[in-house]
């Protein structure tokens, strides 16, 4: 299967400052990638979905000046989560799509807002 | 009524028992139907899709969708503590890349 790599696997940061995590499709170009959060014991939600070269959509509630998403490149996506707060912490998860076929999930990154 | 509606658990079987997870959904057009394990701390991991009704068997895995009932399975068969996770099932439209709407999750625990 492909591979989908996500980094950083865990990160702790102070309150008020921005946070970037990577999404990584290994071995194919991804169309589509989609972000997700995913509080304990709770489904994946997703948050937005980004296509290479233009803006991400953002779901309903989720704050697009917050979360900012950049699909700069069909094999890279990166979530900034900016002046972070506690209510922030979550596992945050990505995946790449091929285009007409399945997508593909990243390890996920879970984020400590301290 | 949530577009799919899954038993959060947990479900506790003796490891060798026949596992049963399922999901219910409400919209119809539903077309591509997953079911993704997740270990606790990791990112979702397909094990099976299936398109349109019917069934669809890898090794003990069997997934089994119902589309007049709008109703997915997942079986389990020999179930080992390995297979211990939370499996969520999902669903999308036509296209593949559409977004994809996950369920709650099972928790599922295979007691040695």
């Known amino acids: 299967g492909a591979v989908v790599s996500q980094h950083p696997s865990w990160v702790i940061c102070k309150s008020g400052t921005s946070v970037k995590i990577e999404c990584r499709s290994l071995?194919?170009?991804?169309?589509?990638m989609f972000w997700y959060r995913q509080f304990p014991k709770q489904s994946l939600m997703l948050m937005a979905t980004s296509n290479e070269g233009s803006k991400a959509t953002y779901e309903q509630g989720v704050e697009k000046d917050k979360f900012l998403i950049n699909h700069a490149s069909l094999t890279l996506s990166t979530l900034t989560v900016t002046s972070a707060h506690p209510e922030d912490s979550s596992f945050y998860i990505c995946?790449?799509?091929?285009?007409?076929?399945?997508?593909?999930f990243g390890q996920g990154t879970r984020l400590t807002v301290v | 009524q949530k577009e799919v509606e899954q038993d959060p658990g947990p479900l506790s079987v003796p490891e060798g028992a026949i596992v049963s997870l399922n999901c219910t959904y409400s919209n119809s057009a539903f077309q591509y139907f997953m079911w993704y394990r997740q270990y606790s701390r990791k990112g979702p991991e397909l094990l099976m899709y299936?398109?349109?009704?019917g069934n669809k068997e890898d090794g003990r895995f069997t997934a089994q969708v119902d589309k007049s009932s709008k109703y997915i399975s997942l079986f389990i068969r020999d179930s080992q503590p390995s297979d211990s996770a939370t499996y969520l099932c999902a669903m999308s439209g036509v296209n593949r890349d559409d977004k994809i709407i996950f369920g709650k999750g099972t928790r599922l625990h295979i007691l040695p």
């Open positions: 299936t398109y349109s009704s």
């Open positions: 071995d194919f170009q991804a169309t589509t």
């Open positions: 995946s790449a799509a091929k285009g007409g076929t399945e997508a593909f």
